[in-house]
């Protein structure tokens, strides 16, 4: 039997924070928003099939975790629903992309954290991360690691994203919400932080910062 809450949101992104165990795995749900009139106003179709990868405080790469078959290829990882406990290193080029509306669920364990290895560019197209209850670390960019980031979520972070010393951020009109601080950028020992950082958005669709105690931070460590 499963507990939790499931919410929809209107963009499309579904969370879903539940225990317990599906009676009959692979269900295909629907749900439907209506309004007064009885009229079908949005409508979601989804399957409940969480991949939980890693242990708490323990170490896992992506390349292992694809191996494994919990992480899909980098060529064909649209639509997934995974939770990751522990630190989750991405050792591997890798997209997590969309299609058919399809999008893409990562649930942060408790105090768990994501790094973006050197030399390695992890891409986060329509991306809903965040806890269910608790408080994760981080998502974590190593020197010379490249991370992009287009219309997704992050929230229940302590930091959501820590930037190297040097490397490459870029974010397309993405919302950074109830996190303790959305965004640091913080040199070693008050060396410059020579990381590129690119918010890209408009109107209709910019970069937001709301609902956390800092929003973003520069500067250098002491």
Request: net charge negative; charged share 20%.
């Amino acid at each position: 039997m499963l507990t939790g809450d499931i919410v929809l949101y209107s963009d499309g992104f579904i969370s879903l924070c539940l225990e317990g165990t599906e009676q009959i795995p692979g269900t295909v749900y629907t749900m439907r928003i209506v309004n007064e009139l009885g009229a079908v106003a949005f409508e979601k179709t989804f399957t409940i099939s969480t991949k939980v990868i890693g242990a708490a405080n323990q170490t896992t790469y992506a390349s292992d975790a694809i191996d494994n078959g919990d992480l899909l290829p980098a060529g064909n990882s649209n639509g997934q629903h995974i939770r990751v406990e522990g630190t989750l290193i991405f050792d591997v080029n890798y997209h997590f992309g969309w299609s058919d509306h399809v999008l893409t669920e990562i649930i942060m364990g408790d105090n768990a954290s994501i790094e973006v290895g050197s030399d390695t560019r992890l891409v986060m197209d329509r991306v809903l991360v965040h806890g269910c209850d608790t408080r994760w670390d981080k998502i974590l960019l190593q020197p010379e690691a490249e991370m992009q980031v287009c219309v997704s979520i992050f929230r229940d972070a302590k930091k959501a994203i820590v930037l190297g010393e040097v490397g490459d951020f870029k974010s397309i009109a993405s919302l950074y919400e109830d996190n303790l601080i959305g965004l640091e950028s913080v040199g070693a020992q008050n060396n410059k932080n020579d990381t590129d950082i690119h918010f890209i958005g408009n109107n209709w669709w910019p970069n937001i910062f709301r609902n956390g105690k800092i929003g973003i931070i520069f500067g250098s460590a002491p």
